[in-house]
């Protein structure tokens, strides 16, 4: 998968982590960093950063470096962190609650403004207002809703994205144990912890594999 402009997922997937580092650097009153110092930090060479950066412009100065600051706007409008974006949250289990007890998500912009599950429960002092699962569509027709969170069992994952993609969401973030197919062109990234925990174990068992 790339991008028109002929991106590779592989750059797409670094540059949130290069805003993460930036953001690390800034907090601690850097003003600029070199990208050999960003190689130091991030695990990855100094080629390898600039080539990625320089997919999208050429930000830093022989010599000079980054300006740490003015490289975290940029990257924040490539990204697309720059702006504020409305969610939904559809299943309220261990991982739904998670995600929404998670607050940096709002101070990112990432706001989720409704929960779905199948009892609605009233709001209390931790614990948001939870509204029937029977109810998402039409909640959909009567609000802007730009990412749809799914994190209910796998056997109802395939209708609630259904739901969602009728319901003219930009994307999708999936937690459920199962691939999803969207439709409409909405946006679809999965979460699989499943995955990501067999790849900690086949490393710990092939260590001479970690070489990266």
């Known amino acids: 998968m790339a991008k028109d402009n002929g991106v590779s997922l592989s750059v797409i997937k670094r540059l949130p982590k290069y805003y993460r580092y930036l953001e690390s650097i800034n907090d601690r009153g850097i003003v600029r960093v070199s990208s050999k110092e960003l190689s130091e930090i991030t695990g990855l060479t100094a080629s390898q950063i600039r080539q990625d950066l320089n997919h999208y412009g050429c930000f830093g100065q022989q010599g000079y470096g980054y300006n740490v600051r003015e490289l975290m706007d940029e990257l924040s409008k490539i990204i697309g962190v720059d702006k504020e974006y409305k969610m939904v949250l559809v299943g309220f289990g261990n991982i739904g609650h998670a995600l929404f007890q ?13 929960v779905f599950d199948l009892e609605a429960k009233d709001a209390t002092e931790n614990d948001p207002e939870v509204i029937s699962i029977d109810k998402l569509a039409a909640y959909l027709k009567e609000n802007k809703v730009d990412i749809g969170i799914i994190s209910t069992p796998k056997d109802a994952s395939q209708e609630v994205c259904d739901i969602l993609c009728d319901g003219d969401v930009s994307g999708i973030w999936n937690f459920s144990p199962v691939d999803i197919k969207t439709k409409n062109d909405v946006v679809l990234e999965n979460v699989h912890l499943d995955e990501s925990l067999f790849t900690l174990t086949y490393f710990i068992n092939s260590p001479e594999d970690f070489n990266f």
């Open 102 to 114: 998670y607050k940096s998500f709002k101070d990112l912009g990432y706001h989720i403004d409704a």
